[in-house]
């Protein structure tokens, strides 16, 4: 019988080109390119009440115009680049002539991942509104009808931190906002076991069970709305709330 011990540690950085990508949220962003988002429109009539109404056919010279609630992607000028550590420890044994088994330890971590995050997210103000058709939350105050919710769908962006503080001047031409933030970081531990048998001349039956956990910031969407995905090795969430992988054990035959 033979034994083999085998260990490895690989760390990679990343690089981030900051010209490029300025250059691409830039050329994306408005009143060169655009996100418009209609809760609730008429199937018949989409941009029925929309302000200014229908955008196209788009204008790209000088006289392109900013629509209102427009969605903007920044970056800040220092980031730091995301930095990986992966390592591995495994263990293998042939027992006889024909069998082969190893257990195998793979780490990764993960620090500085890109994420945005929104600068000027929606206040959520709870109830309806009081006999002057105010509604009041965290210092904020919303104007809408005597009665109404305060808060629909289709107030989102009126209800917006620029929208509550300067709907004048910036709030009526700045909707979801986020910014680029080197925060996001990632942690995963396997063990992998695998067995191995040559069962003629030429041909080996191999099965392996892989039993893994990762913890991993959520990676949001360039608008900067929160959201969840899944894989089958991944549950990525926020910040404080990341947690583990929803299904961890993976089996191979």
């Known amino acids: 019988m033979t034994a083999v011990l085998r260990c490895e540690r690989r760390p990679a950085l990343d690089t981030i080109t900051l010209t490029g990508r300025r ?13 418009i988002v209609r809760n609730n429109p008429r199937l018949d009539d989409p941009w029925a009440g929309y302000p200014g109404g229908s955008p196209f056919p788009p204008v790209f010279d000088a006289n ?15 980031l730091s680049p995301s930095q990986s550590q992966t390592w591995n420890l495994s263990v293998q044994r ?28 929606a206040i959520y103000f709870p109830g309806v509104a009081n006999a002057n058709g105010d509604c009041f939350v965290q210092g904020y105050t919303f104007k809408t009808s005597t009665g109404a919710t305060c808060s629909t769908t289709t107030n989102t962006d009126s209800r917006r931190i620029l929208s509550l ?11 979801a906002l986020a910014e680029y933030q080197s925060v996001g970081g990632a942690k995963y531990n396997g063990l992998l076991l695998d067995v191995r048998k040559r069962a003629a001349r030429g041909v080996t039956v191999s099965s392996n069970y892989t039993w893994s956990h990762c913890v991993a910031s ?4 360039s608008t900067g709305r929160c959201s969840v995905r899944q894989t089958l090795t991944f549950a990525l969430v926020t910040g404080s709330e990341a947690g583990p992988t929803a299904r961890p054990i993976v089996v191979m035959l």
């Not at 503080?165 to 909707?175: C, L, S």
């Open 218 to 221: 959520e990676r949001m969407t």
């Open 94 to 121: 042939q027992l006889g002539t024909d069998w082969l088994v190893s257990a195998s330890y793979l780490g990764t971590h993960i620090i500085h991942m890109l994420m945005t995050a929104p600068l000027n997210p």
């Open 23 to 35: 250059t691409w949220w830039t050329a994306i962003s408005p009143p060169w390119g655009l996100d």
């Open 64 to 78: 392109a115009k900013f629509p209102p609630f427009g969605q903007f992607t920044v970056m800040p000028y220092q």
């Open 165 to 175: 503080i300067d709907a004048q001047r910036t709030g009526q031409w700045v909707g």
